[in-house]
């Protein structure tokens, strides 16, 4: 036999952002694929829908609200979790500006967010992912298109997406013999609640649009599909690289 299917049975995923968007569509898909998923959102009202739909699926949910930019309250939580196979570090945002009117609120709190929180989310689960030292595991940091070219207005968000492409090459190389994979998924524009928001000024709609040479947004299945595959030892000689699911933008 040579097709590796996708089974993530037995597996525990950690997701972060799992109330909305790739977080929750990809908790969904790993439920599916046999997971059982440890959902960490700041909204509680969200993973309770959440657990609703990953019933449907004969699912497993575990949640966790907690804010991961609170790195004392993430930790204390995280140490009480005895065993993570995957780790999907989703959560982040954006804040649309020009260069010249960047605020300094604004780039902190993405840097914060998008970089260092994912940075602290990702060491405290290596730890526990150390604790079982034969099996290993996946992790998958959601990158985007906007980490691999530029985009006017974005400047910030560039700089966050580059930096966890960066962060997923060192942790790759280094967790290699630990058995631990670090990739990336990196979309395109997918219509998430967050995506929705800038979608409401048209022009920029057409812009984002017109730079996809297939002429069409990814959707949540999309990428999902995409955590999925990484999460699986179907994807157990992939590490260090990125899943650019973006249509062709970054082809140009």
Known sequence: MYLKKINLRNKVALVTGAGKGIGRASSIAMAEAGATIIGISRTSSDLDKLQ??????????????????????????????????????????????????????????????????????????????????????????????L?????SGRNVYNMTKFGIEGLTKGMSVELATKNIRVNTVAPTFVETPMVKRFFKNKKFKKLALSNIPMGKFATESDVATAVCFLASDSASMITGTSIVIDGGWTAK
């Not at 980490?147 to 985009?151: I, L, N, P, S, Y």
Request: glycine letters at 6%; aromatic letters at 6%.
């Open 52 to 145: 609703k739909d990953i019933k449907k699926v004969k699912g497993k949910l575990i949640k966790i609200t907690c804010d991961i930019m609170d790195y004392y309250d993430l930790s204390s939580k995280l140490k009480k979790i005895k065993k993570v196979d995957i780790l999907l570090n989703n959560a982040g945002t954006n804040i649309p500006e020009p260069f010249e009117k960047i605020k300094q609120k604004s780039m902190n709190y993405l840097v914060d967010l998008n970089i260092k929180a994912a940075f602290n989310v990702a060491q405290l689960t290596v730890l526990i992912m150390l604790k079982n030292k034969k099996k290993g595991g996946s992790i998958i940091n959601v990158s985007s298109q």
């Open 147 to 151: 980490g691999h070219v530029g985009m």
